[in-house]
């Protein structure tokens, strides 16, 4: 089954937050969805263990592997057992999500050669450029070292969801004029979302809150673009801003 790999070689840029959010998401359209965490934090990993005790579902903290809620993950995943992990569990789940290490690595290598497609979130700074240029490189080498083309995807992460400001204009314009190739979905900064990440509550469409509602079409719209281009259905170049507007 499908594998993206969620990388950057700067922590900080909104990889786990990405990962759980289409994690939730094809979750909740009823894929089974797997994700390997290979980075040391294991936010992942947490998310899911916070998921698994707001229903009051208990998981061994010993297993090396955590499933709830239609969302498997694997623990502690290293440059040893990355490929292992990654093939088997594609071959028993719907959609294989990995959250790499924050660094350029051999782990991160070895998942990108396995992937069929890599998204690198990038926040409007020149430190996360730096960061998505030097990911973009290492995605070059893993398609080199297959002799296969892996699509990339620059994710714009933490955007403010009222006010676009020059900086992400100019940043999206540059890798635009580079060859760099944007998903046309942005992750937005939203309170819903960094609030997920905490309490292990993932957003709905159907709440009352609209700043909840549209956190959660942000993470939808975010899945279902990646799910299209893991099909082969391109969606449109130009950027388009998803969830945006209302209460934050």
């Known amino acids: 089954m499908p594998t993206c790999v969620v990388a950057s070689t700067k922590g900080g840029a909104g990889k786990?937050?990405?990962?759980?959010?289409?994690?939730?998401?094809?979750?909740?359209?009823g894929l089974s969805v797997a994700i390997i965490d290979g980075d040391p934090q294991q936010h992942s990993a947490m998310f899911v263990q916070q998921r698994a005790k707001n229903s009051d579902f208990a998981l061994d903290d010993?297993?090396?592997?955590?499933t709830h809620d239609g969302i498997t993950v694997a623990r502690n995943v290293t440059e040893d057992t990355m490929v292992d992990e990654i093939q088997r569990l594609a071959a028993a789940n719907d959609i294989v999500l990995i959250d790499s290490q924050?660094?350029?690595?051999?782990?991160?290598?070895?998942?990108?050669?396995?992937?069929?497609?890599?998204?690198?979130?990038?926040?409007?700074?020149?430190?996360?450029?730096?960061?998505?240029?030097?990911?973009?490189?290492?995605?070059?080498?893993?398609?080199?070292?297959?002799?296969?083309?892996?699509?990339?995807?620059?994710?714009?992460?933490?955007?403010?969801?009222?006010?676009?400001?020059?900086?992400?204009?100019?940043?999206?314009?540059e890798f635009t004029d580079a060859g760099y190739r944007f998903l046309r979905t942005e992750l937005m900064d939203r309170p819903?979302?960094?609030?997920?990440?905490?309490?292990?509550?993932?957003?709905?469409?159907?709440?009352?809150?609209?700043?909840?509602?549209?956190?959660?079409?942000?993470?939808?719209?975010?899945?279902?673009e990646?799910?299209?281009i893991l099909q082969g259905k391109e969606p449109p170049l130009e950027m388009v801003v998803a969830g945006k507007g209302g209460a934050s």
Not at 124 to 130: E, L
Not at 156 to 166: E, F, Y
């Open 62 to 66: 010993k297993a090396k592997e955590w």
């Open 226 to 228: 990646v799910g299209l």
């Open 102 to 173: 924050g660094s350029a690595n051999q782990a991160m290598l070895m998942a990108m050669s396995q992937s069929n497609i890599i998204v690198i979130p990038c926040q409007a700074s020149r430190f996360d450029v730096s960061g998505a240029i030097r990911t973009a490189q290492i995605a070059a080498q893993a398609a080199k070292m297959v002799g296969r083309e892996i699509p990339v995807r620059l994710l714009l992460s933490r955007t403010p969801p009222a006010i676009r400001s020059n900086m992400i204009g100019q940043i999206a314009k």
């Open 192 to 224: 819903a979302l960094q609030n997920m990440t905490v309490s292990g509550k993932a957003p709905s469409v159907d709440s009352d809150r609209p700043g909840e509602r549209n956190a959660a079409e942000n993470m939808l719209a975010l899945a279902k």
């Open 16 to 29: 786990s937050t990405s990962v759980v959010s289409m994690a939730v998401a094809f979750a909740s359209g």
